[in-house]
């Protein structure tokens, strides 16, 4: 098993790693290929790039790293898988909806209190809304939104100026907001 020091305190795995990271990072790459038929091949292919690049620290006994950056990382492979997929993105839609099937959403991605569960026609809606949003708008959301991260991580991940992280994430939050309200983003 790969161990790996981190803050010279606690021994760290790959397996532990990528275990309490891998939910998040599924979830951003769903997010940012939807519609996409080859999403579990890009799935797999950050985390063999991400695995090759931790045995390569591993072997320069480079064990200095720390968990966040490990998870900007991982998060930055995924973005550049998703640069590279978005060429093959296949859409489905149909009349303003998607008409594959979906699973259910664990998350509301509108509400910051304890409102009610989305229901699988809402988090429908909310996926096929959210695909409308350019993919340079779309990432600062997911990523700061929905999965929660700090806005340095985001930036490092996305490899982008504050201003431009800040810019993209406001033009992002109203693209998403004028598509939910039933109308077309502007092309910029």
Not at 27 to 53: D, S
Not at 74 to 90: E, H, T, Y
Not at 122 to 141: N, Q
């Amino acid at each position: 098993m790969t161990d790996m020091i981190l803050n010279s305190e606690s021994p760290i795995s790959l397996r532990e790693f990528v275990k309490d990271n891998e939910v998040k990072v599924c979830r951003f790459l769903q997010f940012m290929l939807i519609g996409f038929a080859g999403l579990e091949e890009v799935t797999l292919e950050v985390f063999r790039n991400f695995g090759r690049a931790f045995q390569k620290q591993e072997l320069k006994k480079n064990s200095e790293w720390e968990k966040a950056g490990l998870r900007i990382e991982l998060f930055a492979m995924a973005w550049q898988a998703v640069i590279r997929a978005q060429g093959r993105v296949d859409y489905t839609w149909s009349f303003g909806r998607d008409t594959r099937p979906l699973k259910q959403l664990d998350i509301d991605l509108l509400s910051e209190g304890a409102i009610q569960r989305p229901t699988r026609r809402d988090s429908e809606m909310y996926l096929s809304r959210l695909a409308r949003v350019d993919i340079d708008f779309r990432a600062p959301i997911v990523l700061r939104d929905i999965l929660l991260l700090d806005d340095e991580e985001v930036i490092r991940i996305l490899g982008i100026r504050w201003g431009v992280y800040r810019h993209r994430l406001h033009r992002g939050r109203l693209a998403f907001r004028e598509s939910l309200k039933g109308k077309q983003s502007r092309e910029v």
